[in-house]
T-cell receptor, first 115, second 113 residues
């Protein structure tokens, strides 16, 4: 149980385009999901907290207009990288907790490459 | 959340026990100790967590000192597949699924044949 999926696993796009990444909790409901970013040889950095039915909470330094988060249901959160630039190339990872526990489970990650 | 300190890297022989230490001297009474690991190019994998009692599951054992200022993750029989970065994180528990995780540098465990 407690499986989190992400789609796509890998995406390559041209500079200036937008990319949508989906995060799904497959066997549980999650009121809250989290989005992290990881640059090569660095640790995970929290970008934002995604709340079902309300606006996301962004960490300091993360542009909310560039990284659009939508949490439309209890099993799906999406992250859209708008007007992507090469510096947005990174490994994006989501996580979620079943509402009745504290343990966060992570998706497999999405590798974004912006050319 | 309290900060943790871990050695940046460790080696372990295949088949032997891997003991990964973590210091969390400023841990609060309501903070749990969580361990995750990240294999290259994958999302972090939950391993185990505990509050003050030692815990064991099919993956590992977690030993927490009586004063809760440090802990050790034990992989009883390390295999090559256990090569990964291991993160020790302290986090407020209590049933609040909205509490985020703060990742430090972790320990890069290299299991060698």
């Amino acid at each position: 149980g407690a499986v989190v999926s992400q789609h796509p696993s890998r995406v390559i796009c041209k500079s200036g385009t937008s990319v949508k990444i989906e995060c799904r909790s497959l066997d549980f409901q999650a009121t809250t999901m989290f989005w992290y970013r990881q640059f090569p040889k660095q640790s995970l950095m929290l970008m934002a907290t995604s709340n079902e039915g309300s606006k996301a909470t962004y960490e300091q330094g993360v542009e909310k207009d560039k990284f659009l988060i939508n949490h439309a249901s209890l099993t799906l959160s999406t992250l859209t990288v708008t007007s992507a630039h090469p510096e947005d190339s990174s490994f994006y990872i989501c996580s979620a907790s079943p509402d009745v526990t504290d343990t966060q489970y992570f998706g497999p990650g999405t590798r974004l490459t912006v050319l | 959340d309290a900060k943790t300190t871990q050695p940046p890297s460790m080696d372990c022989a295949e088949g032997r026990a891997a003991n990964l230490p973590c210091n969390h001297s400023t841990i609060s009474g309501n903070e749990y100790v969580y361990w995750y690991r990240q294999i290259h190019s994958q999302g972090p994998q939950y391993i185990i967590h505990g509050l003050k009692n030692n815990e064991t599951n099919e993956m590992a054992s977690l030993i927490i000192t009586e004063d809760r200022k440090s802990s050790t993750l034990i992989l009883p029989h390390a295999t090559l597949r256990d090569t990964a970065v291991y993160y020790c994180i302290v986090r407020v528990g209590g049933g609040n699924a909205g509490n985020m995780l703060t990742f430090g540098g972790g320990t890069r465990l290299m299991v060698k044949p």
